[in-house]
């Protein structure tokens, strides 16, 4: 009797364990988002990037994008668009996007756009014109007495 009660408890366990990882979880996914696509870059000022791109789809769900310029990643955000901000004016600097998911999956990157920053206007110094005063001759004769 204790065998039989003993194999009942390890097919009640297997059985509780099996159907916890079924579904779709996050420990099963292993789908990555579709590519994040019609990625857009908006020049704001001479140091931000707006960007902007249509949301991923996934079997479970987009949590969130990893932002790049130029290759390296630069941020993260869970909406479908992004201020890069701390720039150099007049720079060109190349973005792409990936979605990823509660598990981890990640899309591969989204087609690059690439943006160029306000060029920072020029810093004149002003100009005085400093004129000296002029000695005025006198050119009348003294008159005659």
Same mark, same amino acid.
């Given at each position: 009797?204790? $065998? /039989?009660?003993? /194999? &009942? ?20 996914? &292993?789908? @990555?988002?579709?590519?994040? #696509?019609? /990625? $857009?870059?908006?020049? *704001?000022?001479?140091? !931000?990037?707006?960007?902007?791109? !249509?949301?991923? #789809?996934? $079997?479970?769900?987009?949590?969130? +994008?990893? *932002?790049?310029?130029?290759? @390296? !990643? ?5 909406? %479908?668009?992004?201020?890069? #901000?701390?720039?150099?004016?007049? %720079?060109? $600097?190349?973005?792409? &996007? @990936?979605? +990823? ?7 591969? !990157? =989204? ?7 306000? &060029?920072?206007?020029?810093? =004149? ?8 005063? #002029?000695?005025?001759?006198? %050119? ?6």
């Amino acid at each position: 009797m204790c $065998n /039989l009660l003993r /194999l &009942v408890l390890v097919i009640l366990v297997a059985a509780s364990c099996s159907q916890s990882h079924e579904g779709g979880t996050p420990s099963s996914d &292993v789908e @990555a988002p579709a590519v994040p #696509t019609n /990625l $857009n870059g908006t020049p *704001v000022s001479t140091s !931000q990037v707006d960007l902007a791109w !249509q949301a991923s #789809t996934d $079997n479970v769900g987009v949590v969130g +994008y990893k *932002v790049f310029r130029n290759g @390296a !990643q630069v941020g993260t955000t869970s909406n %479908t668009s992004y201020q890069d #901000t701390g720039l150099s004016g007049g %720079t060109t $600097n190349s973005y792409t &996007v @990936a979605g +990823y998911d509660a598990a981890g999956n990640t899309s591969a !990157q =989204s087609s690059r756009v690439s943006v160029t920053t306000s &060029v920072p206007t020029p810093v =004149s110094t002003p100009s005085v014109a400093i004129n000296s005063p #002029t000695r005025w001759a006198s %050119t009348a004769e003294p008159a005659a007495a």
